[in-house]
Nanobody, 123 residues
Framework: QVSLVESGGGLVQAGGSLRLSCVAS????????MGWFRQAPGKEREFVAA????????TYADSVKGRFTISRDNAENTASLQMNSLKPEDTAVYYC????????????????WGQGTQVTVSS
């Protein structure tokens, strides 16, 4: 079993930046692709970004491309999401997730999920 804990959420003005972090424990971190998802009130959870096991491949939702950057440090068992030029529509609970099976990164079928961290962007 893998446990994931997110941190770094908060309240920020539009145009500002936040960096979210996810710490994994329980199994070999490098065996998992890592993803970030978000869910706003009254809406379905949506894919935001993901990174491959080695960190060599990344993919982003069109809504965040050019503004968000996902990264990982396998030595420290962490994954991060740098969020720049934040917009009010980015307001949501952000979740870290891990996927064991090899395959497409932009999918909701991840195996393990964190509890989420709130990001609120004021207009």
């Amino acid at each position: 079993q893998v446990s994931l804990v997110e941190s770094g959420g908060g309240l920020v003005q539009a145009g500002g930046s936040l960096r979210l972090s996810c710490v994994a424990s329980g199994r070999t971190f490098s065996n998992y692709a890592m993803g970030w998802f978000r869910q706003a009130p009254g809406k379905e959870r949506e894919f935001v970004a993901a990174i491959s096991r080695s960190g060599g491949g990344t993919t982003y939702a069109d809504s965040v491309k050019g503004r968000f950057t996902i990264s990982r440090d396998n030595a420290e068992n962490t994954a991060s999401l740098q969020m720049n030029s934040l917009k009010p529509e980015d307001t949501a609970v952000y979740y870290c997730a891990a996927k064991e099976r090899i395959g497409v990164l932009a999918t909701r079928r991840y195996d393990y999920w964190g509890q989420g961290t709130q990001v609120t962007v004021s207009s």
